[in-house]
């Protein structure tokens, strides 16, 4: 979320009390710092961070919908008139491919190397590996939903999976987006959250699956 925050009340102990973490989970949780200006903290299923600016939770772990479930409560509960403009729904998968070949095909599909001309030609029949390092679509406007909302899509090669090689990484940014900073539009991004957010993996999920469907074509 993009915003208006006070980064210290985003503690562990701050969700223990307000029932929103159990205390087992806040008392384990690592608090890496806690300032005016940042907080930054994991336990067990979640990660968040907290600027004065901006507001990220995130999890890695099954079911997603805790996330959901835990950031409309946040701004619909104890924080309602958090002034807030935009919110994003981040889906990001890093998987390997069975060899490079599949990788280039990737690659190549994405971003064909024919309309660079001789210099495509060289990037092709060089000894050292070249083509794509990062593309990013972006759908603007989507049917049905404001004019100012947008779907991101990125694709680059995984620098966690793969051995450097063999891995791919795709990043879709799903971004809403309401009209004005003023008390209470954290409310209102939570219930456009709390309503778009299903709709929103699964889109993310075709997307991906798109992308890597293309290394067996």
Do not use: C
């Amino acid at each position: 979320m993009v915003g208006s925050f006070n980064p210290a009340i985003f503690t562990p102990a701050w969700f223990a009390l307000h029932g929103l973490l159990s205390e087992k989970v806040a008392e384990n949780a690592e608090l890496e710092v806690a300032h005016n200006q940042v907080t930054l903290f994991s336990a067990d299923w979640l990660t968040l961070q907290a600027t004065t600016e901006r507001f990220s939770a995130a999890t890695g772990q099954a079911p997603y919908v805790r996330l959901r479930d835990l950031v409309v409560r946040i701004f619909k509960e104890f924080l309602p008139h958090t002034p807030a403009t935009h919110l994003g729904v981040n889906r990001q998968v890093h998987f390997t491919v069975r060899n490079a070949a599949e990788r280039d095909r990737i690659g190549r599909a994405l971003a064909p190397i024919q309309p660079w001309g001789k210099w495509g030609e060289r990037i092709q029949q060089g000894s050292e590996r070249g083509g794509m390092t990062s593309l990013t679509m972006s759908q603007i406007a989507p049917k049905g939903r404001e004019k100012t909302d947008q779907i991101n899509v990125t694709v680059e090669p995984s620098t966690r999976v793969g051995e450097g090689h063999l891995g791919i990484y795709v990043s879709v940014n799903d971004h809403f987006a309401i009209d004005a900073a003023e008390p209470g539009s954290a409310e209102r991004l939570m219930e456009l959250f709390g309503k778009e957010f299903d709709a929103s993996l699964k889109r993310s999920e075709t997307i991906i699956d798109q992308v890597m469907s293309l290394a067996r074509t």
